[in-house]
T-cell receptor
């Protein structure tokens, strides 16, 4: 079974600074997808970034980037130039290929961006 | 283009009762999954529907059942409600055969069992 661990229940960062959220996972699969989702107080899950395990290049989306270490089964999210709107719960998730929508989530990290 | 829509937004039920939650997938999507998110936790996969059949199921009892209609919309039914069923129930949709960034979530249905 796949498990996802987020070891930081809460984090805070000053506006405009950089913060890194950690995620580790356990799987015997060689190919899979990894995701970071943002869940603001509205509770809607918003995709931040995704990574395909067979791609060695780390994914980036504007201010968001990941550090994907496949051998270490680590998938951290770096948020640069943090903005007040980044305040939310962040969830790391794992999914096997073609297992549409069957994602395994971590417990989440609550990120607060301070002015 | 409407995204994933869920109803009702909030509801309160009594222990032992039954509840039905509804989900309309994003236009063009044919696969629907349901998740339970207890307070302070990450979402947990309940089951997935494609072509009107349950295709995959997480570790949930038979009290949790579902249905998918020909128009791809879906219902989640929970029987014999327990206090522990209180949670946010999220619906997610996608197009079969494509994974990753094609998955969209609704805003969820808050269920409180008293």
């Amino acid at each position: 079974a796949q498990t996802v661990t987020q070891s930081q229940p809460e984090m805070s960062v000053q506006e405009a600074e950089t913060v890194t959220l950690s995620c580790t996972y356990d799987t015997s699969e060689s190919n899979y997808y990894l995701f970071w989702y943002k869940q603001p107080p509205s509770r809607q899950m918003i995709l931040v970034i995704r990574q395909e395990a067979y791609k060695q290049q780390n994914a980036t989306e504007n201010r968001f980037s990941v550090n994907f270490q496949k051998a270490a089964k680590s998938f951290s999210l770096k948020i640069s130039d943090s903005q007040l709107g980044d305040t939310a719960m962040y969830f790391c998730a794992f999914m096997k290929p073609y297992n549409n929508n069957d994602m395994r989530f971590g417990a989440g990290t609550r990120l607060t961006v301070k002015p | 283009d409407a995204g994933v829509t869920q109803s009702p937004t909030h509801l309160i039920k009594t222990r032992g009762q039954q509840v039905t939650l509804r989900c309309s997938p994003k236009s063009g999507h044919d696969t629907v999954s349901w998740y339970q998110q207890a307070l302070g936790q990450g979402p947990q996969f309940i089951f997935q529907y494609y072509e009107e059949e349950e295709r995959q199921r997480g570790n949930f009892p038979d009290r949790f059942s579902g249905h998918q209609f020909p128009n791809y919309s879906s219902e989640l039914n929970v029987n014999a409600l327990l206090l522990g069923d209180s949670a946010l129930y999220l619906c997610a949709s996608s197009l079969v055969g494509l994974s990753g960034n094609t998955i969209y979530f609704g805003e969820g249905s808050w269920l409180t069992v008293v």
